[in-house]
C-alpha cells in the first residue's frame, strides 16, 4: 500500500470516527430540544399517516439542519486533527479554502 493510500484511508478511518458520535450528539439534542419546546417526543416517522403535518414539517427541517450543522463539525474536526497529526492538510483538501 502506498503512502498516499495509506493516507486516504487514514483520512477516512479520521472522518468515520468523527461522524459516530457527531450523529449521536446531534440526535440527542435534537430529541432533547424537541422535547423541552413541544413537550412530547419527536415524530418516530414523520411519513405516518398519524402524524401532523406541521410536526412532519418541522422534525423534517429542524433534523436536517442539525444533521448538516453536525456534518460540518465532524469534518472540520476530523480535518483538523488529521492536520495535526501528519502535518498537512487531508487528501482532497490540499487546494480548498482561501
Known amino acids: ?26 440526535r440527542k439534542m435534537l430529541d432533547s430540544a424537541w422535547m423541552s419546546i413541544r413537550g412530547t417526543p419527536p415524530p418516530k416517522n414523520p411519513a405516518a399517516p398519524g402524524t401532523k403535518w406541521s410536526e412532519a414539517l418541522t422534525w423534517a ?23 495535526k497529526l501528519t502535518g498537512k492538510l487531508p487528501p482532497g483538501l490540499e487546494t480548498g479554502g482561501p
Do not use: E, H, N, T
Open 1 to 26: 500500500m502506498g503512502k498516499k493510500a495509506k493516507g486516504s484511508l487514514f483520512w477516512k478511518l479520521l472522518g468515520f470516527g468523527f461522524a459516530i458520535p457527531a450523529g449521536i450528539a446531534v
Open 61 to 83: 427541517a429542524a433534523s436536517g439542519i442539525g444533521i448538516a450543522i453536525g456534518r460540518l463539525f465532524a469534518a472540520r474536526g476530523a480535518a483538523g486533527a488529521y492536520k
